[in-house]
């Protein structure tokens, strides 16, 4: 069973080029997370999708940046006109459907590096 | 807003010390607690979790964690670390009781375990 796959793994864009990054979450997972991390901090929340719906977007910055994860194929974060602090480490996590109502595991991909020059 | 805090930023050990890395978090409710490694080069993956009943859980590679309730802790331990263990671990906490939601991670901690 494949992991969590994310491409690309380096990314490199210039400042107010757009950036989109994809997560195949594992298969029979339905739910996908995108997390930040920073240099010299800690992965950082940005959003919570199931297929179709956006169900947490609190730690998306408010403007540029939006997510989606549609019915066929992987979900994309798109960072639009980038700026040098968008540069980090974005990973994406998946996890599977409803089990009795216990909270379930989140599995990670590589991650992506995004650099902005 | 929950918080979660790791005593350590950088711990270094030889080989066959024991370890204990801190994790507190801030939540008053209900809470899944969460240490996962992140080995060189390599992805994020769960070392073990805590979701409910026997307070010290086991995880793999011979790592165990205790959760305090009443210290809001969740610190990680093993008796005896190798070179293999360099790794920068992070602890994790999903707070409020739903089936899903975000995590909330520590600053990590990176381990160096010299031979």
């Known amino acids: 069973n494949a992991g969590v796959m994310q491409n690309p793994r380096h990314l490199v864009r210039r400042r107010g080029q757009e950036a989109r990054l994809r997560c195949s979450p594992m298969?029979?997972?339905?739910?996908v997370y995108w997390y930040r991390q920073l240099p010299e901090e800690g992965l950082k929340f940005m959003v919570y999708?199931?297929?179709?719906?956006?169900?947490?977007e609190s730690g998306m910055p408010k403007e540029r940046f939006s997510a989606e994860f549609p019915k066929e194929g992987p979900s994309i974060l798109r960072i639009q006109q980038v700026v040098r602090g968008d540069s980090a480490a974005y990973f994406c996590?998946?996890?599977?459907?409803?089990?009795?109502?216990?909270?379930?595991?989140?599995?990670f991909g590589p991650g992506t590096r995004l650099t902005v020059l | 807003a929950q918080s979660v805090s790791q005593h350590n930023h950088h711990v270094i050990l030889s080989e066959a010390a024991s370890l204990e890395l801190g994790c507190n978090y801030s939540?008053?409710?209900?809470?899944?607690l969460f240490w996962y490694v992140q080995y060189p080069g390599q992805h994020l993956q769960l070392l073990l979790k805590y979701f409910s009943g026997d307070p010290l859980v086991k995880g793999i590679k011979g790592f165990e964690a205790e959760f305090i309730k009443s210290k809001f802790s969740f610190n990680l331990r093993k008796p005896s670390v190798q070179w293999s263990d360099t790794a920068e671990y992070f602890c994790a906490v999903h707070a409020g009781g739903t089936s899903y939601g975000k995590l909330t991670f520590g600053q990590g901690t990176i381990l160096t375990v010299h031979p």
């Open positions: 999708l199931q297929k179709e719906n956006i169900i947490d």
């Open positions: 996590a998946s996890s599977p459907p409803s089990l009795g109502g216990s909270s379930d595991t989140q599995y």
């Open positions: 939540y008053g409710g209900t809470v899944n």
């Open positions: 298969k029979g997972h339905s739910h």
